[in-house]
């Protein structure tokens, strides 16, 4: 899916970027290529302080809440006003448009050799 795809709905006050997202993630750790990373103010820790490791580990594209941080080049960027709700709307979207992928790819000949026999 697009990154576009991935923010619709969302509330976005700035989008730069269209990179293909194969996955969201908000810890900088787990980020593989190809993923969205969100990075977002929490109580003890702020997620913003990680873009750079998300990008190190793959992200190629980045949803903020912080103000204060900039695009980086060749990478798809959104600034939203709340990390934890643009979080849900786009995990919402990935886990659909995954949910969606494994569906088209099943194939329903297998489930036919299951059956009993008449």
Known sequence: MTFLHLLDGAEV?????NAEISGVEYDSRRVKPGD???????????????????IA????????????????PAVAWA???????????VSAISIAARRRSCASQESPEPMARLRPAS
């Open 13 to 17: 006050l700035l989008q730069s970027g």
């Open 79 to 89: 600034q939203v006003p709340h990390g934890r709700r643009a979080l849900a709307r």
């Open 36 to 54: 969205c990373f969100v990075a977002m103010r929490g109580e003890t820790s702020d997620g913003n302080g990680y873009i750079d490791a998300a």
């Open 57 to 72: 580990n793959g992200a190629v594209a980045v949803v903020t809440d912080s103000a204060q941080e900039k695009p980086r």
